[in-house]
């Protein structure tokens, strides 16, 4: 460290006077202490994280609890729920078929009533029982080699009369075969629910079409499904809601479709363990267009 003074004879400079100190000991003790702060600030701040990560997992021990018993509970409800109403559902068709002519007009509007609110909750129970079920741990899948030409022939004629009762017209485009590594009861349930949506959606006099096709992209083949529609159409602000449980846009309209605001978390699921992906795109008033794209390719490497 070092000062200088200039030193004056009268009003002549007489010379400079610098005086100076060796302080290279207190700088190379400031740096040290300097980098041993930034090594102990590092080391606690370490500390800091795990302590609050083991802190926060050991604090998240009953929520996670409470949590996975709710879910069974959901899955265990769903499941005893299952076998009354389909008593119930078949108890309602003895009833009609026995006594049915006998019935007043009114009576007969109630047992109709009965049938779909039954039907209804039937489905909503399945549904919720699916969901429950994907929530656990480990869902079950069963990856199997198929073709899913024969499937979506079976859909498009299982769907076939909803369609023509709605005088919509249905369509579908697909190669000749379409060998796929999946679940095969899950992607045939995604199918119908994206099918059954479109039809639901569209009013009378529309169209639905159902395109699969395979593309070969940079790392995976690919496998495409389409299903478009003339129908209603979603606002952007209810496109990224729609595959949340529960959400219907319009519920009276749903509702009316024995809708359960289900489907299409399910499908958003089913296309999710499948390492796909699914979007929509959509014009109110105009139709939709849902898109799945899922890494089930024709060679065994790519399978799930
Ligand atoms: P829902 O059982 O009510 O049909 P979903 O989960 O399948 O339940 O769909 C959620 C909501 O998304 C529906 O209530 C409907 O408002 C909207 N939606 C789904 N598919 C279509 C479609 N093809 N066209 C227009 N709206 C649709």
């Not at 690919?222 to 529960?246: C, H, N, Q, Y």
């Amino acid at each position: 460290m070092i000062t200088g003074q200039r030193i004056y004879h009268g009003n002549e400079l007489a010379g400079t006077l610098y005086t100076g100190r060796e302080i290279s000991y207190t700088y190379e003790l400031i740096k040290r202490l300097l980098t041993i702060l930034i090594v102990l600030g590092i080391l606690f701040l370490g500390v800091a994280v795990l302590l609050s990560y083991f802190m926060s997992k050991r604090a998240m021990i009953p929520i996670r609890q409470s949590f996975q018993r709710q879910k069974e509970f959901v899955a265990d409800a769903s499941h005893e729920l299952r076998t009354p109403l389909s008593i119930l559902n078949s108890s309602l068709d003895v009833f009609e078929m026995e006594d049915g002519e006998h019935l007043s007009d009114f009576s007969k509007t109630v047992l109709v009533n009965m049938k779909d609110e039954v039907k209804r909750m039937a489905k909503m129970v399945s549904d919720l029982l699916t969901l429950a079920r994907s929530e656990t741990d480990r869902p079950a899948l069963t990856v199997e080699r198929f073709d899913l030409v024969p499937t979506i022939e079976q859909l498009v004629s299982s769907t076939g009369p909803l369609a023509q009762s709605k005088n919509i017209s249905l369509h579908h485009h697909m190669p000749s075969i379409l060998i796929v590594y999946g679940d095969h009861e899950r992607i045939k349930q995604l199918l119908y629910i994206l099918v059954d949506n479109a039809i639901k959606y569209t009013p009378p006099g529309g169209e639905v079409h159902l395109t699969v096709s395979v593309e070969a992209r940079e790392k995976q083949t690919m496998i495409l499904i389409k299903v478009r529609d003339t129908g209603v159409g979603i606002a952007p602000e209810d496109a990224e809601r729609i595959f949340d449980r529960f959400y219907r846009v319009e519920k009276n309209r749903s509702r009316k479709m024995g809708g359960t605001g289900l489907g299409l978390a399910i499908a958003k699921w089913i296309v999710e363990i499948h390492q796909g992906n699914i979007h929509v795109s959509s014009v109110p008033g105009q139709g939709s267009t849902f898109t799945v794209a899922l890494p089930i390719s024709t060679s065994k490497s790519a399978a799930i």
